[in-house]
């Protein structure tokens, strides 16, 4: 994992963060050896608080280097790896490690010798940072007490606090996620455009206001949104919010979209509850059925997400079976509660059917991929491997012939498939799948599965050199162990 420059917003930070900063800086100031152990879950977060401090010890002539320790097996041991930095840049007068944890992740030897390893780096005179995962502080500190205890100071924790990306670049992301093409991407910064200066001038002309938001602000906030341009989306909703009265269907759509972007979402099913009571015809109930489904799945409250995405569906087939694109997005939304829930085969038959529905459009779209992807992923968790192999071939097949072979999706799905290879023991094609991931996703570090996807490849990687399978997030004790003994993972591998 090498790192990446970020792009710091901290408007949302509070006072603590900003003085866990300064200490970090004061650290780096002082003369001489130290060394000083910082914990953030996120990967991300790590290299913006590290761009910060550099920041501003550069303003005192104070050059510090960032590195990730090589994680190989054979790779040299931490002290070489620093003398060969100090011996290539000898002006720098500090070093942050951004990888400890990955570096001594289920290796005892490297952790014991890096345990015993005090003397060696007081001997490179400079202060050292080293960045730890929160949830193996407590092991490391057991493990490792002879060089904890000799830190300098406290351990400084950050919590996962938002890192932001400017707005052009999440939208190629969101794009990408969301199988959009460059030709779409354009037609809508030309939309976007286009309701922009449509809006400046109905405002200066002073049009009704319930004109301009039916017919410019509420197209507007609607393509914002879908291009995750939420600072120009959120500037909107601020400057009409007073004007968006309860009776009126699109100031509602707007009200609830707003709402369920900022997580409120008991305020988003309100408005929506409200919609259903404006709505004039059948195909507006069941798309809001569809949405409330759809909300009430962000809040983690399946059983309700199933009974209106259910409306929805039954709605649709009775009284509008031609709408084969909505039905399919319905029924996927629907495979996903089915899923949190661990209904493995109401799942599959939602998929199914939404894969079919999907197939009577004549002109198709990469987005099918999107169910291919979902049920080769329920197939994988039924442990019907081959089945989810084919899904997930079928997947990549269509995003490859859609898209360029640098897209954050197609990252996402040669990770699964590397999953797939993981548990069918052939570790030579998960280890391939995987590091096609990263070689992918290392352009995208803001991306939602950034963190994962490398946690993961360290594992397809370990199990070449037959590491034995350690505890990960995806095993539970009572599970099965995944090295295909038939014991439970607690009475073999997880020992």
Sequence with gaps: MKPTSSNVNTDKYDDTYFEQINRITRFFKREGFGFLFATADNFHLRQQVNQQVKNKLTENA????????????????????????LKEQLEIKGIIINNLDYYIKDNPDKLQAFNFSRELLADLEIPILFWMNEMDMPDFTRRASDIYTWRSLSVIRFPNLPVETPSRSMLLQRFDENFRTKEEYKQLELKIKLLESQLKEAEAKNYPVQRRIDEIVYPLFTALRDADLHDRKNELYKRYEDDLSDDKLKNLLIKSNYSEDNKEYTDSINYELMILDLANNELEIANSYNRIGRIFYLNNEYEKSIEYIQNCIDKLEKSFPEQNNIISVAYNNIASSYEDLKERNAAEKSLIKAIEYKLKIKEQDSSLAISYNNLGANYLYQGKLDKALTYLMKSVKIYEDFYDNKSPQLGVLFHNLAGIYFEKRQFKEA?????????????????????????????????????????????????????????????????
């Design 62 to 85: 104070i050059q510090i280097v960032e590195m990730a320790l090589d994680e190989d097996e054979n790779a040299l041991s931490i002290i070489q790896q620093l003398k060969n930095i």
């Design 431 to 495: 280890y391939n799948f995987g590091e096609k991931a990263v070689d992918i996703i290392k352009f995208y570090p803001d991306h939602i599965n950034y963190d994962t996807i490398h946690h993961n490849y360290q594992i397809f990687k370990d199990a070449l050199v037959h590491i034995p399978y350690k505890n990960t997030i995806r095993v539970r004790r009572n599970d099965l162990c995944p090295c295909k003994s038939g014991k439970k993972y607690k009475k073999c591998c997880g020992k």
